[in-house]
């Protein structure tokens, strides 16, 4: 059983768009986050949920905006994407809120703006 | 201000031999924890250990073993015995107690058959 999910998995899209990528987790973990890799592979946090509050919201534009309809799902809705949002989008949850629990990642969101 | 450095870029090895990918952190708290992760060429990132800085001792798990050393603020991963399986970029990562996960920048490793 998949623990942390992502759809779409690929996702190709135009410059000025709007689209959305869903996160589900069946871990009955409390906190859910939102990372993003860029084409050197590193890796930043962007948000983080616990039991759908968010509790850290990095510097994203705001053109970003995380949605947690329960805790058990945390969708990334990205409006008038740019060039520059291409990236790997990657959800993961972790049993608690305190940054030192292991966090448990889905398999990613390639996201190519054209 | 965190850090991690994963200076080893990426480093090929022939199946079998062992192979040690460094990681330095910096940090002034007293309470974090450090983690590796691999991604496979497939894209996931897969948890492999978590460590607490009070906890010093060597961890080994089959041909994977971890030395933590907090006089050089290090925590290396050494594959014994590599296989093609292992070649992944491996990332190091550091979370002091109540900030977020700091990732360094990875090691691509190749294992060539």
């Known amino acids: 059983d998949t623990a942390v999910s992502q759809t779409p998995k690929y996702l190709v899209t135009q410059m000025g768009n709007d689209k959305s990528i869903k996160c589900e987790q069946n871990?009955?973990?409390?906190?859910m986050y939102w990372y993003k890799q860029d084409s050197k592979k590193f890796l930043k946090i962007m948000f983080s949920?616990?039991?759908?509050?968010?509790?850290i919201n990095e510097t994203v534009p705001n053109r970003f905006s995380p949605k947690s309809p329960d805790k058990a799902h945390l969708n990334l809705h990205i409006n008038s994407l740019e060039l520059g949002d291409s990236a790997v989008y990657f959800c993961?949850?972790?049993?608690?809120?305190?940054?030192?629990?292991?966090?448990?990642f889905g398999p990613g969101t390639r996201l190519t703006v054209l | 201000a965190q850090k991690v450095t994963q200076a080893q870029t990426e480093i090929s090895v022939v199946e079998k031999e062992d192979v040690t990918l460094d990681c330095v952190y910096e940090?002034?708290?007293?309470?974090?924890?450090l983690f590796w992760y691999k991604q496979p060429p497939s894209g996931e990132l897969v948890f492999l250990i978590r460590?607490?800085?009070?906890?010093?001792q060597n961890e080994i798990s089959g041909r994977y073993s971890w030395n933590f050393q907090k006089s050089t603020s290090s925590f290396n991963f050494t594959i014994t015995a590599s296989q093609v399986v292992d070649s992944a970029v491996y990332f190091c990562?550091?979370?002091?107690?109540?900030?977020?996960?700091?990732f360094g920048p990875g090691t691509r490793l190749s294992v060539l058959p």
């Open positions: 993961a949850s972790s049993q608690e809120s305190s940054s030192t629990d292991t966090q448990y």
């Open positions: 871990l009955g973990h409390d906190t």
């Open positions: 949920y616990n039991n759908k509050e968010l509790i």
């Open positions: 940090t002034r708290d007293t309470t974090y924890y």
């Open positions: 460590r607490n800085s009070f906890d010093e």
């Open positions: 990562a550091l979370t002091p107690y109540g900030q977020n996960f700091v």
